[in-house]
Nanobody, 124 residues
Framework: QMQLLEFWGGSVQPGGSLSLSCVAT????????MGWFRHTPGKDREVVAT????????YYADSVVGRFTVSQDSAKRTVYLQMNSLQPEDTAMYYC?????????????????WGQGTQVTVSS
């Protein structure tokens, strides 16, 4: 059974850091690109970062460049999102997602597997 489980969301003050993890099971991990998205009420779900599990290409949204880093460990089937210099506008539910390998970076509609999400709150 295909499953994506996100871990280690939480609350942090502005300027702080969090590191999210996503464990993928039940599918051929190396056949997929892995992405992190976030969603806040009233807004569309937006891509934050994407990583190619085989070639390790990465893609970042402009709003997180220089602050967030996506990485992955194929042996552990785990994708990470290191988030530094967090700001209140980073507050959102963060989701891990998988898109079958194809054009890089994957289009939004190509992500067809999603985790349940983990909440990140940045507040003083």
């Amino acid at each position: 059974q295909m499953q994506l489980l996100e871990f280690w969301g939480g609350s942090v003050q502005p300027g702080g850091s969090l590191s999210l993890s996503c464990v993928a099971t039940g599918f051929p991990y190396s056949d997929y690109h892995m992405g992190w998205f976030r969603h806040t009420p009233g807004k569309d779900r937006e891509v934050v970062a994407t990583i190619a599990t085989v070639f390790r290409w990465t893609y970042y949204a402009d709003s997180v460049v220089g602050r967030f880093t996506v990485s992955q460990d194929s042996a552990k089937r785990t994708v990470y999102l290191q988030m530094n210099s967090l700001q209140p506008e980073d507050t959102a539910m963060y989701y891990c997602a998988a898109a079958r390998r194809g054009i890089w970076p994957p289009r939004r509609y190509e992500y067809n597997y999603w985790g349940q999400g983990t909440q990140v709150t940045v507040s003083s």
